[in-house]
């Protein structure tokens, strides 16, 4: 059975940084296009930035320069480094394909608060 396991969240004040990773346990996981998401209580889970197979990537447009999404094919592991942190992207933070979604794992939670 496929496994995401997030890792890395935790309380960091405003304009403080992180690095999440991704742990999935998928045996063809460099042949995917591999995201973050994030969700807010009570709104939409939302995509982030994605990573294509050949290291590609997009980003939210209010991410744009501050966040770094990147992949160890080897480790089959994501990671998502995020810089300049603001409270509103308060949230808990999710990997998964962009298709064809597997389970979703329990998240990361980020807590940007002074």
């Known amino acids: 059975q496929v496994q995401l396991v997030e890792s890395g969240g935790g309380l960091v004040q405003p304009g403080g940084s992180l690095r999440l990773s991704c742990a999935a346990s998928?045996?063809?996981?460099?042949?995917?296009?591999m995201g973050w998401y994030r969700q807010v209580p009570g709104k939409e889970r939302e995509l982030v930035a994605h990573i294509t197979a050949t290291s590609s990537t997009m980003y939210k447009d209010s991410v744009k320069g501050r966040f770094t999404i990147s992949r160890d094919n080897a480790k089959k592991t994501m990671y998502l480094h995020m810089n300049s942190l603001k409270p509103d992207e308060t949230a808990v933070y999710y990997c998964?394909?962009?298709?064809?979604?597997?389970?979703w794992g329990t998240g990361a939670l980020v807590n940007v608060s002074s």
């Open positions: 998964n394909r962009t298709t064809s979604l597997h389970p």
């Open positions: 998928i045996s063809t996981f460099s042949l995917y296009i």
